[in-house]
């Protein structure tokens, strides 16, 4: 049961090593997504999961606000906002 949360901080780790310049490029993807489906079984497991997701979603937090902060990254911010949201919800949270 601890792999899941193994798998949860190895898929975060790969996902935010990528960076902000592979940000959004389908490698990104597959290690965001590969950390919710560790996340999600994580927290069906055991209650160490919430502090996996405590811990996981401060650090989106402030990747967020990296990748937000960049103006190379970001051209129209009230758009990409509520998109960017939208697929963080769909892959972190579901």
């Not at 965001?32 to 979603?57: P, Q, R």
């Amino acid at each position: 049961m601890t792999a899941f949360t193994g798998l949860a901080f190895t898929s975060f780790t790969n996902q935010h090593e990528q960076g902000p310049s592979k940000a959004f490029q389908p490698s990104w993807w597959f290690w965001l997504a590969m950390t919710g489906l560790g996340l999600g079984a994580t927290v069906s497991v055991k209650w160490v999961g919430l502090f996996t997701i405590a811990w996981v979603g401060s650090l989106t937090l402030l990747q967020l606000w990296v990748l937000l902060g960049d103006v190379k990254t970001v051209t129209p911010v009230s758009s990409f906002l509520s998109f960017l949201f939208l697929l963080l919800f769909f892959c972190i949270i579901l």
